[in-house]
């Protein structure tokens, strides 16, 4: 398997009424290594997407234009089909922006607890990404959010902590 130059991708984007919203993302690497060699992008159109990325997220003026901007970009790289961001307002996450969710799993998650036995709340308590690769794994780690994890419709779910000088947002 031929290795793959990595390229790390960091957005900062200031939020209304305060606070920042911070993405870091590899965009090349993606899924390259379940492509074949003939469908792996070669590293001048890797370098092309990067810079396109970027581009697009240095015009974002709100996080609904970061949000469009990752959906419509990032995600395809990932093989992902959605994505929620929330942020702590109040002592609660509340939710931001989101692309790829249905209603009924935006009005689940739209505030939470910060102290909620869901992923999202144990990734801003420890300030530690969480991956689960599916829904089995999913329901053994959060036991009871069958209603969650079936109104996402997803199967896999990264959860990544946004942070700004050491705080969580």
Do not use: C, N
């Not at 929620?84 to 607890?113: M, P, Q, T, W």
């Not at 036991?143 to 896999?156: L, N, S, W």
Request: charged share 20%; glycine share 6%; proline share 7%.
């Amino acid at each position: 398997d031929a290795e793959v130059d990595r390229w790390w991708q960091v957005r900062a984007v200031p939020l209304d009424g305060g606070g920042l919203l911070l993405l870091a993302a590899d965009p090349t690497l993606g899924r390259a290594s379940d492509l074949s060699p003939q469908d792996r992008l070669s590293p001048p159109e890797q370098a092309r997407r990067v810079l396109a990325y970027t581009a697009a997220l240095a015009e974002a003026d709100s996080l609904q234009d970061v949000t469009d901007t990752v959906a419509t970009m990032v995600l395809p790289a990932f093989g992902a089909a959605g994505m929620l961001v929330s942020l702590v307002e109040s002592g609660r996450l509340k939710l931001a922006g989101h692309f790829g969710y249905s209603d009924r799993a935006i009005e689940l998650l739209d505030v939470l607890d910060v102290d909620a036995a869901l992923p999202i709340a144990q990734v801003l308590r420890t300030r530690e990404p969480l991956f689960l690769p599916s829904r089995a794994a999913y329901l053994t780690a959060f036991p009871g959010r069958e209603e969650i994890v079936e109104a996402t419709r997803k199967h896999a779910w990264a959860f990544l902590p946004l942070t700004v000088s050491g705080r969580p947002l």
